[in-house]
T-cell receptor
Framework: DSGVTQTPKHLITATGQRVTLRCSPRSGDLSVYWYQQSLDQGLQFLIQYYNGEERAKGNILERFSAQQFPDLHSELNLSSLELGDSALYFC????????????FGPGTRLLVL | EDQVTQSPEALRLQEGESSSLNCSYTVSGLRGLFWYRQDPGKGPEFLFTLYSAGEEKEKERLKATLTKKESFLHITAPKPEDSATYLCAVQANDYKLSFGAGTTVTVRA
């Protein structure tokens, strides 16, 4: 158990819908990262937040948005869902920045039908 | 654009048969290179961070090395529990992370 929690574990929804994925980092960790992992594209870095502020942005679509709240939990919002958005979404946290060890959560498996 | 290429895609080893995985990269200013291990259906598990050419790090049967163009993950005398997908990632100066496709290692008893 890494100490990072993600909810829900599984999510099935329809095209065009909007979903919210939630991540709680390890106690004391200030950085939160979001990743997408699909069979055809591997693991893709989406976005990083550090203490509530956006730190780095990767291949995150405009239909996706994220935020980190004052209690340091983070949410990833996915809207206008398409079939291709079906993937595993991972959250990771670290204590300072990217040079610190990243601990990954168990992931949320999203299936868009 | 930053690129990370891992080879081979798959590696089948006999228990005790040492081998190496390769990670070649091009990046606009390297802040760090990372190795992860991932088991099926689970989140990646952090293994190592390497910051500069010539650096080496070890953990149990694993040893990671870094040059200016590539990194190697050496597996010494592997055991079946070392079977997993090993991922390499690089972080550029703009903090963006790029992952390789991974090497799937299978160790047979």
């Amino acid at each position: 158990d890494s100490g990072v929690t993600q909810t829900p574990k599984h999510l099935i929804t329809a095209t065009g819908q909007r979903v919210t994925l939630r991540c709680s980092p390890r106690s004391g960790d200030l950085s939160v990262y979001w990743y997408q992992q699909s069979l055809d594209q591997g693991l893709q870095f989406l976005i990083q937040y550090y203490n509530g502020e956006e730190r780095a942005k990767g291949n995150i679509l405009e239909r996706f948005s994220a935020q980190q709240f004052p209690d340091l939990h983070s949410e990833l919002n996915l809207s206008s869902l398409e079939l291709g958005d079906s993937a595993l979404y991972f959250c990771a946290s670290s204590s300072q920045g990217i040079r610190e060890t990243q601990y990954f959560g168990p992931g949320t498996r999203l299936l868009v039908l | 654009e930053d690129q990370v290429t891992q080879s081979p895609e798959a590696l089948r080893l006999q228990e005790g048969e040492s081998s190496s995985l390769n990670c070649s990269y091009t990046v606009s200013g390297l802040r760090g290179l990372f190795w992860y291990r991932q088991d099926p259906g689970k989140g990646p598990e952090f293994l190592f961070t390497l910051y500069s050419a010539g650096e080496e790090k070890e953990k149990e049967r694993l040893k990671a090395t870094l040059t200016k163009k590539e990194s190697f993950l050496h597996i010494t005398a592997p055991k079946p529990e070392d079977s997993a997908t090993y991922l390499c990632a690089v972080q550029a100066n703009d903090y963006k992370l790029s992952f390789g496709a991974g090497t799937t290692v299978t160790v047979r008893a």
